[in-house]
């Protein structure tokens, strides 16, 4: 099946499955890959959809097979099955919180996606389902979603990602890494640990550019009293923090969520943040918040204190304006987080930017090859224009290309107008 083959087979059983949006073509790329028996490692922006690679294999192939997909995070999992069951597919997770009939279920193979975290697929418990006849008969995929987790270079290392290998001592089938961010040495240490070869292993790879997100970086002499920011948004708006100033938990406008968190407290700010016509309009938060999860609307992501890697903040950057808009990517730091053991030269090197260059090329360069890099170079430069606030290239890229723009309209992206403006379209 070749790839105008795949799209038009698609195309006509999307209705089937409730699915209404237009297939990608590395998505469909990655997908080919697997049922034509290749690994394949898809290298793919923030809020690109690698979920639906995974996905297309089945609509593709044989939906009666099982798909085994490995993912980190309980909360990522729960977003995915969310999702999956409403293309109204059969899928549940393995785990110690797994009920009686979905373990009958994965036993007799009833699930089109099993899902589990790398510890719960590696304990000895599962084996015996993993060595079953059904299993051996219908596994046709083990997918690895943020497969950058694999490598001691990123700040999301997950030790028994580096055990993965195992689980292809029970199967003969390919393996799907997917993954968003990846420098040299992340790719490298996917292969040595999935225990992918060259020879068998196709690369698909998109730019990790997110164009409609615009950067900004703004040092302040300290950022001591971050950790009162909660109180005090609180404290400043009173009963505006409530919906109709009524002061009640479930009508708060701001929530919290860290480590500490309570669980239930968690799964209702994830559930309601998810909503279209959400009531949180803020949520302050630690990395405890997740990668991966696809809340479309945000407008805005903001770090407080440098980020610990480029590759930690261009996927927690990449949470904004996932459906398309407009989205402001913002770092408020200091020297003192610049300067912590346990941040990153890259991301220090960056965000102190002494050589006053483009944030994004610099950002790129790292997750890219040159070629990517290149393609990068602003087009559509400003002459001088009409428009009450400059459009152009320059100004839609970064705090440092901004300063470049020769209209002298640089105020398209100036942040306090940004924010007003989304607060005007909240009101109205």
Not at 68 to 73: A, G, I, Q, R
Not at 154 to 177: H, N, T
Not at 293 to 315: A, E, F, M, N, T
Request: net charge neutral; aromatic share 8%; with cysteine.
């Amino acid at each position: 099946m070749d790839a105008i083959r795949a799209k038009e087979k698609f195309n006509s059983l999307k209705s089937e499955y409730n699915m209404k949006f237009e297939v990608k073509d590395e998505q469909i790329e990655v997908a080919l890959a697997v049922i034509n028996g290749r690994n394949v490692l898809g290298l793919l922006p923030t809020g690109y959809g690698k979920t639906l690679c995974i996905v297309l294999s089945t609509i593709l192939s044989d939906e009666s097979m099982i798909t085994l997909v490995v993912s980190p995070l309980t909360s990522l999992i729960d977003d995915q099955i969310s999702s999956l069951r409403g293309f109204n597919f059969r899928c549940t997770k393995i785990g110690s919180d797994t009920d009686k009939d979905d373990i009958l279920g994965i036993k007799e193979g009833l699930f089109s996606f099993v899902f589990s975290s790398p510890e719960s697929a590696l304990m000895p418990q599962w084996r015996s389902v993993f060595m079953s006849d059904s299993w051996q008969k219908k596994l046709k995929l083990i997918a690895i979603d943020e497969a950058h987790c694999v490598s001691e270079w990123g700040e999301s290392f997950r030790k028994e990602y580096q055990r993965l290998f195992e689980l292809r001592s029970f199967f003969d089938v390919p393996v799907m890494a997917l993954t968003a961010t990846s420098t040299k040495e992340v790719k490298a240490d996917i292969f040595k640990y999935l225990q992918l070869s060259d020879e068998c292993t196709d690369i698909v790879f998109k730019s990790p550019d997110r164009a409609n997100i615009y950067i900004y970086n703004s040092i302040k002499e300290s950022i001591d009293r971050v950790s009162e920011i909660f109180c005090t948004l609180k404290d400043c708006l009173g009963l505006k923090a409530y919906i109709d100033g009524i002061k009640d938990p479930n009508n708060i406008l701001i929530e919290m969520f860290h480590k500490s968190t309570h669980q239930d407290s968690k799964d209702r700010i994830l559930k309601e943040f998810k909503l279209k016509e959400s009531r949180i309009r803020c949520v302050i938060a630690t990395v405890a918040l997740g990668m991966g999860l696809d809340i479309r609307d945000v407008d805005l992501v903001v770090h407080i204190g440098c980020p610990k890697s480029v590759l930690s903040y261009w996927q927690e950057a990449g949470r904004c304006a996932r459906d398309g808009r407009q989205g402001l990517s913002l770092i408020i730091y200091d020297m003192f987080t610049v300067s912590l053991k346990n941040t990153a030269k890259d991301i220090a090197k960056i965000v102190q930017n002494k050589d006053n260059t483009c944030i994004r090329t610099q950002v790129l360069s790292l997750l890219s090859d040159q070629k990517t890099v290149a393609s990068l170079s602003v087009s559509n430069i400003c002459s001088g224009c009409d428009l009450q606030h400059c459009d152009c290239s320059y100004c839609r890229c970064c705090s440092v290309c901004i300063e470049k723009c020769p209209c002298q309209k640089r105020c398209f992206f100036n942040v306090q107008i940004f924010l007003n403006q989304e607060h005007e379209d909240d009101k109205n």
